[in-house]
């Protein structure tokens, strides 16, 4: 009689203390299995800076946009700025060696060490064949393809507005700054990118169809590529990233 209320006592309490376990991890922080590189693909506008800050605060990682490196150095006049300058403004890509520089001082920093996020690198076969023999490269790479239309690219650039601070997105129809012109997350000055303009996003399409879109093939045929339908709203597309990521990270 007593062991059976034993073993009644016992079924009981684990009857309580499984499903805590399982509610304790699923609400535990989200990690990637072990240093993962995730890149964001995908035409200019397609997305990746959106999606790119969520999944870096998702996962804890840094997010790394060459673009957004760019726009540092050309703010604050440094060489590197100075070079890069006139590549950007006509919509055309900036030279391997120079992006191949600049990114490799970035992601050899010590908070790269559990892993990163590439967004808008790499754009060249050049340039993802170098990333594959660099040292932080000998952990799991999971290429995340944003696909959109060209019709949706160019209205998307024709009302991005973007913080000059935090590289905050904003969408001048759908999410406007608040407060006119000024950034709701860090007070910065909220502007238009001057490559934003109609005529050099055709140009940066047609950059990307000819330089960056044979990266597609590239890593698919290495089986590292997921698509995503990016003409969705952000959330959808944020919901299927983070689902695949979990997925292929549960699989190591
Ligand atoms: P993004 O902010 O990613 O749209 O980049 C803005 C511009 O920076 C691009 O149109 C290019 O001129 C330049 N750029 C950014 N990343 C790269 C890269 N990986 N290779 C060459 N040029 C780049």
Redesign the pocket.
């Known amino acids: 009689m007593v062991r059976q209320i034993h073993f009644l006592i016992s079924v009981f309490v684990l009857s309580i203390v499984i499903p805590l376990f399982a509610l304790e991890k699923q609400s535990m922080p989200d990690h990637l299995s072990n240093s993962t590189v995730l890149i964001l693909l995908g035409p200019?506008g397609s997305g990746?800076?959106t999606q790119a800050k969520r999944l870096a605060v998702d996962y804890q990682i840094p997010q790394i946009?060459?673009?957004?490196l760019?726009r540092e150095h050309m703010a604050s006049g440094t060489d590197i700025g100075n070079q890069?300058k006139k590549?950007?403004e006509s919509?055309?890509?900036?030279p391997?060696e120079i992006?191949l520089s600049m990114l490799f001082d970035r992601i050899e920093k010590p908070d790269c060490k559990n892993g990163y996020l590439l967004?808008?690198?790499?754009?060249?076969e050049v340039?993802a064949e170098q990333l594959s023999k660099h040292k932080s490269m000998n952990t799991s790479v999971l290429v995340l393809c944003l696909d959109v239309p060209d019709e949706e690219i160019i209205k998307r650039a024709e009302a991005r507005l973007v913080c000059r601070q935090c590289g905050a997105i904003y969408n001048r129809l759908i999410s406007p700054p608040k407060d006119n012109g000024v950034c709701a997350k860090c007070g910065g000055e909220v502007y238009r990118r001057t490559?934003d303009d109609p005529e050099v996003v055709k140009k940066?399409l047609t950059v990307y169809r000819t330089l960056t879109q044979p990266l597609i093939e590239y890593y698919h045929s290495r089986g590292l590529l997921e698509h995503f339908d990016g003409s969705r709203l952000p959330d959808a597309v944020h919901h299927d990233l983070r689902q695949s990521i979990d997925q292929r990270s549960n699989r190591q």
């Open positions: 200019p990746k800076g946009s060459t673009g957004d760019f890069a590549y950007i919509g055309s890509l900036v391997d992006v967004d808008g690198f790499p754009r060249t340039q490559d940066r």
